[in-house]
């Protein structure tokens, strides 16, 4: 069983960046692959990024790749997103998600948490 809770979201100018942490709970965070997903009101949830369980590949969704960062340190059970030039469509609920497998899409998230609302304004 794993826990995860967000944390980092709040309100942000349009060109602005937030960084978003998901803690983990238990020993075994390292076999995890963890993903990030986000849902826009009215939108259905989307994959905006994935990252292996030693870090050493990374995963994004279109058009995020050189805005969002996703990084992770093991050591403290914690996932990061790093969010720049944030522009008003990023506006959403982020999620952090773990799973046992090896790629990172939402049908095989087995954990997810219970989501930070990151807001854009104009």
């Known amino acids: 069983q794993v826990q995860l809770v967000e944390s980092g979201g709040g309100l942000v100018q349009a060109g602005g960046s937030l960084r978003l942490s998901c803690a983990a709970s238990?020993?075994?965070?390292?076999?995890?692959?963890m993903g990030w997903f986000r849902q826009a009101p009215g939108k259905e949830r989307e994959f905006v990024a994935g990252i292996s369980r030693s870090g050493v590949s990374t995963y994004y969704g279109d058009s995020l790749k050189g805005r969002f960062t996703v990084s992770r340190d093991n050591a403290k059970n914690t996932v990061y997103l790093q969010m720049n030039s944030l522009k008003p469509e990023d506006t959403a609920v982020y999620y952090c998600?773990?799973?046992?497998?090896?790629?990172?899409?939402?049908?095989?998230?087995?954990?997810w948490g219970k989501g930070t609302l990151v807001t854009v304004s104009s």
């Open positions: 238990g020993r075994t965070f390292s076999t995890y692959a």
């Open positions: 998600a773990a799973t046992l497998s090896i790629t990172v899409r939402e049908g095989v998230m087995s954990y």
